[in-house]
């Protein structure tokens, strides 16, 4: 059991935002059946911590399922896309401009 309603010590994260008294209500007592995460463990870093800009984390993969009322609401206004929005992948390196030098290492890191 997650417990009572926390204090989110990053008062301006997406977590503080979107975590509501009202939804951690209705999930607090979920754990996923993956693992047995639960709200309060993918919440952990925003309640804990005071310079989180998101603050939360899925301990598995059924989290985005079991708490998807909270994690929807934050991975749509961290993208900035409405709950319609598709995505499409187009992996055609062609189409990709810029500055890009050949023989220059190129980093990407992909956050979810």
């Known amino acids: ?3 009572e309603f ?5 008062a ?5 935002k979107h ?9 607090k007592d979920i754990e996923t059946k993956t693992c047995g995460f639960t709200i ?5 870093c925003a309640i804990e911590f005071d310079n989180q800009h998101c603050g939360i984390y899925a301990g598995d993969w059924d989290c985005y399922k079991d708490f998807s009322e909270i994690f929807d609401a934050i991975i749509q ?14 992996m055609d390196a062609s189409k990709i401009t810029g500055n890009i030098n050949e023989g220059v290492p190129v980093h990407s890191t992909v956050s979810v």
């Open 1 to 3: 059991m997650s417990g």
């Open 6 to 10: 926390p204090v989110i010590k990053s």
């Open 12 to 16: 301006h994260s997406l977590v503080a």
């Open 19 to 27: 975590v509501t008294k009202e939804r951690w209500d209705r999930v």
């Open 40 to 44: 309060a463990k993918a919440c952990a």
């Open 77 to 90: 206004d961290y993208h900035g896309i409405s709950a319609d929005a598709k995505h499409t992948s187009d």
